[in-house]
DNA sequence: TCTAAATAGGACCACGTTGTCCAGTATTGG
DNA sequence: CCAATACTGGACAACGTGGTCCTATTTAGA
């Protein structure tokens, strides 16, 4: 349902939360989200042109967050790499259809808008700060580890 | 978000549904929903091996729906073709997740959650007989036509 | 200034979905 | 039995997504 980059989009900006402060390269969060490198640094500059990352080269370059995960919300991330196709006009191009869908469209439109807010009402830091046995990313069940492996 | 070939059967289903009693060729049904004739038969043929539809060959033959109208719900339609993929393990494939999902993946997978059920919820018979300036697969705003175009 | 680190971005390939075409087979009617 | 109708199913082409690789460019620091 979700496509495989958006999954990728969402590892990488929780990555890149979790850890605000320092830039990652693409590579450290390529180890931490288990994502292919050399597709993520597209996936990267997908989110980059949208604002949401800014990307710095250079020794001790990388990404960081372009605003805080407070203000980043789930939508924005998929809007950025693969936007939800809202059902705006019948897709069979009834005339009568128009704007006013059908009952078939009409609920499968209704759907796609439930998904669409309930991404809208979550923002990356509700992700990170969720009470769960399990934390993002990070492969140590209890909490106090900061959802991102330390690296050595 | 939907895959061409969910769009496809829900319409041909609703199709069906709209004359329950004769049988419909793929060439008929092709007509009235705009698929690609040759595509459809395909989709059929899956909807055929889930048992929704039941194709007859031959003089007259056609496709008929297995189940009542009202028995049949959208969620059959979709799973029979493009079954929607829940989040049940960490995508990640981190131990410490396993059923438990990360904040992460559980928000995606309430979102399809939300889907399905919004889905499991709504028959084909709940489609046509929702009170709506426009009809399914019918290219005149007012009702009292039988959702279908009729044959000339 | 030179080198190493790191992003930016283009070219290219593999694969699944969508879509087409054609031969095979069942069924009805004459 | 014959012919027309219509589903069944396999082979194959077109296209977009996911994924790889390689080169150019920017930047920090010795």
Redesign the pocket.
């Known amino acids: 349902m979700f ?6 989009a969402l590892r990488a900006m929780v990555c890149l939360a979790s850890r605000p402060e320092v ?7 390529a180890a931490t989200t288990k ?5 993520l ?2 996936v ?2 997908k989110l ?2 949208a604002q949401l990352v ?10 960081v967050l372009a605003q805080p995960a407070a203000e980043i919300t789930i939508l924005q991330i998929v809007s950025a ?2 936007p939800i196709q809202r059902i705006r006009t019948c897709p069979l191009g009834l005339e009568a259809h128009g704007v006013r869908l059908c009952p078939l469209h009409r609920k499968m439109d209704q759907a796609l808008a439930q998904v669409e807010s309930a991404f809208a009402s979550t923002t990356l830091a509700a992700i990170l700060a969720e009470p769960s046995d399990s934390v993002p990313l990070c492969d140590f069940p209890r909490p106090r580890c900061a959802a991102a492996v330390s690296p050595g």
């Open positions: 496509t495989q980059t958006v999954e990728y830039p990652q390269s693409n590579s450290q969060i994502v292919p490198s050399a597709y640094s597209k990267l500059q980059a042109k800014h990307g710095q080269r250079g020794v001790q370059g990388g990404f790499v693969d």
